[in-house]
């Protein structure tokens, strides 16, 4: 068991390995914008290009323990999260602008908490500046110089691992300020931006297999990290529970729109793959200043990184979008759908006979068409 004054120690500790730079008066004389964040799988409205100049970029994280439940038999797990969502939520700027994030971690917790941005530069990605106690908030500025998707996360001096595997990071996505653009320099666009954050989760189990409940989070700590040391999940999740987005949590599309999918996971690798689509555009590692690879069928995204996958839907119908580790997705939750709505299209796929018994000495339509030949 982990005690709140045990983890204060050690965030007080960590906090006096890197010496804090002093305290900068706000000298820039940008526009600011605010922005409401929203949960996974939806992002907030953003512009994909823009000819306006750079900007300061506001964002409001707010920390949450809490208990949630992480599958149909009703297993309880206790979280740890940006604004209550597992994954955080996806923030969306563009090469040049400021990133402004005020971290909050109201007395309702328990432990310590940071952030560390991989798309920030220095001071451990801001973990070194970030770390707030109950009852605390800071503010954060740094600027994003790389374009792509990049993951964050809470990284507090010996507990990074289970604070990140209880569910504590997002992604962001820094768009070049001209837009997306293929190999050959034309333009791309979406019309619709989902975010998928995967999530292995380790949850105890009593002498009896069952899994087991505590009242807080720092409960959890001791059992937990014992079950994460033998590096075998109990649930590998999208957006923090088995089923939150597929059936009538399904993501949403119609023939003719393209889609991109922003896909993290910040502890391992994994394979997503669209059963029935593809991968029109891919940036597998996230960075938009690398061309695009195209018509990839599985995508394979680093432990501690976010991709990106353009996909056109050309037909309707239910697609299962999952890790193809498919002990993962079908056995332990790693599995979301799209429902897609349009006309179907005979010349992609038709059933050119339906399922039957097989008749004695009769041919197949192939074998017809052969013999008739």
Known sequence: ?????????????????????????????????????????????????????????????????EEVVIDEAGTKFQAMTFNGSMPGPLMVVHEGDYVEVTLVNPETNAMPHNIDFHAATGALGGGALTHVSPGEQVVLRWKATRTG?????????????????????????????????????????YDRLYYVGENDLYVPKDEKGKYKTYETVGESFADTTEVMRKLIPTHVVFNGKVGALTGKNAMTAKVGETVMIVHSQANRDTRPHLIGGHGDYVWETGKFINPPEKDLETW?????????????FRQPGIYAYVNHNLIEAVELGASAHFKVE?????????????????????????ETVVKIR
């Not at 299209?345 to 018994?357: F, H, R, S, T």
């Open 1 to 65: 068991m982990i005690t709140r004054r045990i983890a204060f120690l050690g965030a007080a500790a960590a906090a006096l390995i890197v010496a804090a730079p002093a305290l900068a008066a706000d000298d820039l004389k940008l526009p600011r914008q605010a922005v409401e964040l929203v949960a996974p799988p939806f992002v907030h409205p953003h512009e994909q290009a823009t000819k306006e100049g750079p900007k300061i970029i506001e964002f409001k994280l707010t920390i949450k323990e």
């Open 149 to 189: 998707t990049f993951v964050y996360h809470c990284a507090p001096e010996g507990m990074i691992p289970w604070h990140v595997v209880s569910g504590m990071h997002g992604t962001v996505m820094v768009l070049p300020r001209d837009g997306l653009k293929n190999r050959e320099g034309k333009a791309l666009r």
């Open 300 to 312: 394979f995204i680093r432990g501690g990184s976010a991709g990106a996958a353009l996909y056109t």
């Open 342 to 366: 349009g006309e179907w299209n005979n010349d992609l796929m038709k059933q050119v006979q339906p399922p039957g018994p097989i008749l004695p000495g009769k041919s197949s339509a192939a």
